[in-house]
């Protein structure tokens, strides 16, 4: 039995408490040794007679870990007796800083334990729990190289981190109000609160009606009660996009549906927002006028005093910056830019290195990739090259691989403006530095125009790499399987290869060879982007006829305007054609008269879900033909049946309006499926993969699911990365490694 080695661990094992758990195994088996952090790697020399018992303990890992390899060697070095943990060093980089985690419970019941020395203590924490990414500069994982090294250790705090009793042994975020970062609380105007305990007294100002900016691990939350959600709305002027809400445990089953899988979600490391369904469909209108609501638990100290010492069980908590945009770090930036929107500002003086917002999850299928879940570090084979890719236009983060692991950044936003540019760019250094990465191969997406196309075409001209373009449902495919398979991706836009806007893609083959063939039909989009923010306009871009001008006219248009939009569509001018999704569900939902404008991303699908949710769907006719070697689904015949069903019932008929788009959502779906069923029959495939944004639609999604499952294929849905263009910058990333791997 060997008794003595040098052991190397592997993977994520910085900011996990790795160091204190091998002190911990060391002791529990009697071992003598040291134990070093060397870049993104631990490496341990150990002897003793239970050294195999100590080598099986210290493979499994701490539970924040995650642990690619353990290799043991002998050694001949000399061995001190007892047991150290030495100062970090340099090394490899293969790993990555875990997320960050939501605090455990341990440290809640410190904050609340009287007389505690973490009593009220907002920034309490231990090795379980607390900031990582965040605040984490390089790594390796020590305080010097995070944002708490302004803080230096009080002795009670040093006394406790070199225990190999407490869990805060080594544990890099140890702080309390001796030692640690603090709050404050100002007004418009910067003007400190002259008050004892800035947290109580944010809560009763909270109490009152006032809205609040509140600085948490990854940025700025605007913060208020229900009562004051219209008022929050008409400052931001979002008067109809949902907020999230942060609710006490014990009231969430008095607002919403709680699965035990939804339950185990919202109390886990995570702490994630999960989109819900209400209780009652229409109660709590002000904060989300969907049959849905996005909810989280408190998942920080701060977070839980706030709610101690709160009249209200529940709190509006939506990220301060504009949609797309990125998050609000700094108290100055906050103060310049929310000065109209907060009444008072609660603040903390650690530095947040790497902005993260919440992560947001529906039916265990991720919407927003970001604290708590990402850095995401995936196990994959893409070959010898490193490649960066830069993600979409929308809902963008990055990905980059190296040395069989892809690594995906937390959310970014939407690229279409310089401030997010910048802060795609600052995450890519980030992660770059992290990971010590040098690029080889840079890939995009295949739209000329987006930001972060020439951003990738910047970064591969200054270096001399090489690009890799790839078609944006071609990323989605790629992000949920390489295997040989039936591809459906069913999102709002994506550049195609024909130069459309495609939007609703069926492929044939395997990554990277991926056959387009099926999709929905071509329809105009008067405008262009216009007719996404109008969706009046896609409605008779689909079905250009007088009946629909006749809707449109007793709907209030102008006739001059009317008389525009029929000569812009019998003459194509500026009409953009698309088989998008998304685009056929905003012409409905206009149709319908559910959405009529669309002011924030999603909205006219989401309403129409939401009314969908409460009628009843029935099977329709559906229309399919060829064109171009492709099997095409007619949505303007979906669409004209809608219009009967609307023209047959009386007006203004709930009951019909409601029946009506849930039935159109289940035929759209139907006639999906069954294209990808046909496919798959015709070029004996067992998988279809199912990704995009539409996806997100629980009825669509099932009803795709069913059929393809009553065909008896497989339906592969990747749930470890979002379904929208979350997973586009991961799926360029497999596309392009599979593609050089092919070529070279």
């Not at 309390?176 to 002259?194: F, I, K, M, N, V």
């Not at 004892?196 to 700025?220: Q, T, Y």
């Amino acid at each position: 039995m060997q008794q003595k080695g040098r052991i190397t661990v592997r993977g994520i094992v910085q900011g996990v408490g790795f160091r204190p758990f091998v002190f911990a195994q060391a002791q529990a088996f009697c071992i003598s040794g040291t134990v070093k952090n060397l870049g993104s790697e631990v490496e341990i020399y150990a002897k003793g007679d239970r050294f195999e018992d100590f080598l099986a303990a210290v493979s499994r890992g701490p539970p924040l870990s995650r642990i690619d390899s353990v290799e043991v060697e002998d050694t001949d070095r000399e061995i001190p007796d007892g047991f150290h943990i030495l100062k970090s060093g340099t090394g490899s980089f293969s790993g990555m800083i875990p997320p960050d985690i939501a605090i455990c419970d341990e440290c809640i019941a410190d904050i609340f334990e009287p007389g505690g020395r973490y009593e009220h203590y907002w920034a309490t924490s231990c090795v379980n729990c607390g900031p990582r990414y965040s605040i984490i500069h390089e790594i390796p994982y020590d305080r010097e190289r995070t944002s708490m090294a302004a803080f230096p250790v009080c002795p009670a705090c040093g006394k406790e981190y070199g225990d190999p009793g407490c869990r805060r042994h080594h544990a890099q975020t140890i702080a309390c109000s001796t030692c640690g970062p603090g709050l404050e609380l100002l007004d418009r105007l910067g003007q400190r609160a002259d008050c004892p305990d800035p947290v109580a007294k944010a809560a009763a100002l909270l109490d009152s009606g006032h809205i609040l900016a509140v600085r948490g691990v990854g940025g700025f939350h605007l913060a208020c009660i229900e009562e004051s959600a219209g008022k929050l709305k008409q400052r931001l002027g979002r008067i109809e996009q949902p907020f999230a809400i942060m609710v006490r445990p014990d009231h969430i089953d008095t607002l919403a549906r709680v699965s035990q899988e939804e339950r185990l979600l919202l109390g886990g490391q995570v702490h994630p927002i999960v989109v819900l369904e209400k209780c009652d469909p229409t109660a709590h209108a002000t904060i989300s006028n969907l049959h849905t609501i996005g909810a989280m638990l408190p998942y920080t100290g701060l977070h839980h005093l706030l709610f101690r010492h709160l009249a209200h069980p529940l709190l509006i908590m939506t990220s301060a910056n504009m949609p797309g945009y990125p998050m609000i770090t700094d108290i100055g930036h906050a103060m310049a830019k929310l000065n109209r929107d907060a009444d008072y500002f609660l603040t903390h003086n650690r530095t947040i290195v790497n902005r993260c917002d919440d992560s947001v999850v529906r039916d265990g299928y991720i919407i927003r990739l970001s604290r708590g879940i990402a850095p995401k570090r995936t196990a994959i084979d893409l070959g010898k090259h490193c490649i960066l890719g830069v993600g979409p236009e929308l809902n963008a983060n990055a990905t980059i691989y190296r040395n069989g692991f892809a690594v995906t950044s937390p959310h970014v936003g939407n690229v279409r403006n310089p401030a997010t540019l910048e802060y795609l760019q600052e995450t890519v250094r980030n992660l770059q530095r992290v990971l010590g990465a040098r690029f080889d191969v840079i890939t995009h997406d295949l739209h000329p125009q987006f930001l972060s196309t020439r951003f990738a075409r910047e970064i591969a001209s200054e270096h001399g790499l090489e690009l890799v373009p790839v078609q944006h449902h071609r990323a989605h495919i790629a992000a949920a399987t390489t295997g040989p398979c039936i591809g459906i991706a069913i999102d709002g836009v994506g550049y195609g290869d024909d130069g459309t806007v495609w939007g609703s893609e069926i492929f044939s083959g395997q990554v990277p060879d991926l056959r387009r063939v099926a999709h929905l039909e071509a329809v105009g989009m008067p405008g262009g982007d216009l007719a996404t923010r109008f969706p009046e306009r896609m409605l008779y871009g689909i079905l250009p006829d007088e009946e629909v001008l006749g809707l449109l006219s007793r709907r209030g248009w102008p006739d001059i305007e009317l008389g525009v939009l029929k000569k812009q569509v019998d003459m194509g001018f500026n009409v953009a054609m698309t088989t998008s999704t998304g685009r056929v569900l905003d012409a409905c939902a206009a149709l319908l008269g559910i959405c009529r404008e669309r002011t924030y991303d999603g909205e006219p699908a989401m309403k129409l879900e939401s009314a969908a949710a409460l009628g009843v769907a029935e099977p329709w006719n559906l229309t399919f033909s060829t064109g171009d070697g492709c099997e095409v689904f007619s949505t303007r015949a979906l669409l004209q049946t809608a219009l009967e069903k609307v023209q047959a019932a009386p007006a203004g008929d709930l009951r019909a309006i409601r029946s009506t788009a849930a039935s159109f959502q289940f035929n759209l779906a139907r006639g999906i499926a069954w294209m990808a069923v046909r496919a798959a029959g015709r070029d004996g495939m067992k998988t279809i993969a199912l990704s995009g944004g539409v996806a997100y639609n629980h009825a669509i999604r099932e009803t795709i699911r069913q059929e393809i499952a009553a065909q008896g294929f497989d339906c592969l849905i990747n749930a470890d990365y979002p379904l929208g263009d979350g997973c586009v910058s991961f799926g360029q990333c497999v596309y392009a490694g599979t593609f050089l791997k092919k070529r070279d």
